[in-house]
């Protein structure tokens, strides 16, 4: 069998063939990049290499002023400040996700600190000069800022109330029920207070409420009237009082006269009295047929 006829009837190895001289030759470049690597590692170690340079920072456009630039990170952080207040300031969804107000939860504690972080970086004003270091490090805070927001609400919206007892979860549900009749403009103003007390009973050692959350709680609670509404709710009230008064007592009834009596000189006859004959009831004077005629003296 000549070459040719090896290669026409067995013309299809050159594809197995093709496919294993590629993975040799891949093997054989990685394990060259390695010894390269190590290479440089060593020299690096027997201090004859400076260390590589840091990576460059990506290109900023020119056209781009540095007011703009701060402008737009100091928006990108007042909007994760925002969304971090929505749940400082709200105690329904505190009571919802605890975690976002635990600073002993760890995901917590790191968007805290980098909270921290980018407000000591941040500027007084876009307008104020900043050096190109500086607007890259608060660069760089405002994003650790917000992407430890973002993990740390996913968490707790994870977690919900499932670090607490069963206990504790029955007192964080009676809360959230009454903290439902605490906000309703519907219910009376007596009914909003006592629900308001006993939302502060239920959280009192549960949850740390901030004097702010407290301030924006009370306010909806109290639910202040307007002037107008204000006096004619006095008015009626202070009629409604005076209905409710109770009448001033009657005078009491005076003791009748005492009945005199008759000197003792004077005889029995005279101090006797007569009574007086039956009186008849008078027949009507239009009486039919009846005439009336005058008696002749006796």
């Not at 635990?102 to 407000?119: H, I, M, N, S, Y």
């Not at 009230?237 to 009448?247: F, I, N, T, W």
Request: net charge neutral; no cysteine; aromatic share 6%.
């Amino acid at each position: 069998m000549t070459f040719f006829d090896f290669l026409g009837h067995y013309w299809w190895l050159v594809f197995p063939l093709m496919g294993v001289g590629g993975a040799v030759l891949g093997r054989w470049d990685q394990l060259s990049r390695r010894r390269h690597e190590r290479r440089l590692e060593m020299l690096r170690a027997q201090g004859r290499l400076a260390p590589a340079p840091a990576a460059a920072p990506p290109p900023v456009e020119e056209d781009q002023s540095d007011a703009a630039r701060l402008e737009r990170l100091m928006a990108a952080h007042d909007a994760v400040t925002h969304r971090w207040l929505e749940y400082e300031l709200d105690v329904a969804k505190l009571i919802a996700y605890p975690a976002m107000s635990d600073g002993r939860q760890p995901l917590t504690a790191a968007f805290l600190r980098a909270k921290k972080v980018a407000d000591n970086l941040r500027p007084d004003s876009p307008k104020e000069h900043l050096t190109a270091r500086a607007i890259a490090e608060y660069r760089d805070a405002v994003t650790d800022y917000e992407v430890a927001f973002d993990v740390a609400e996913r968490d707790a919206r994870r977690l919900k109330d499932s670090s607490f007892s069963e206990t504790e979860r029955k007192r964080l549900d009676t809360a959230k029920q009454l903290l439902t009749v605490a906000v309703d403009q519907a219910a009376t103003p007596a009914e909003r207070q006592l629900a308001y007390r006993r939302v502060r009973e239920e959280l009192d050692g549960l949850l740390s409420i901030s004097d702010e959350a407290i301030d924006v709680l009370e306010k909806k609670v109290a639910l202040e009237l307007p002037a107008a509404d204000r006096g004619a709710v006095s008015a009626s009230a202070a009629a409604g009082v005076a209905d409710a008064a109770p009448p001033a007592p009657a005078a009491p009834p005076q003791a009748p006269a005492a009945a005199s009596v008759p000197p003792a000189s004077a005889p029995l006859a005279a101090s006797a009295s007569v009574p007086p004959a039956a009186s008849v009831p008078p027949r009507p004077a239009t009486a039919p047929g009846r005439i009336v005629r005058p008696k002749p003296p006796v």
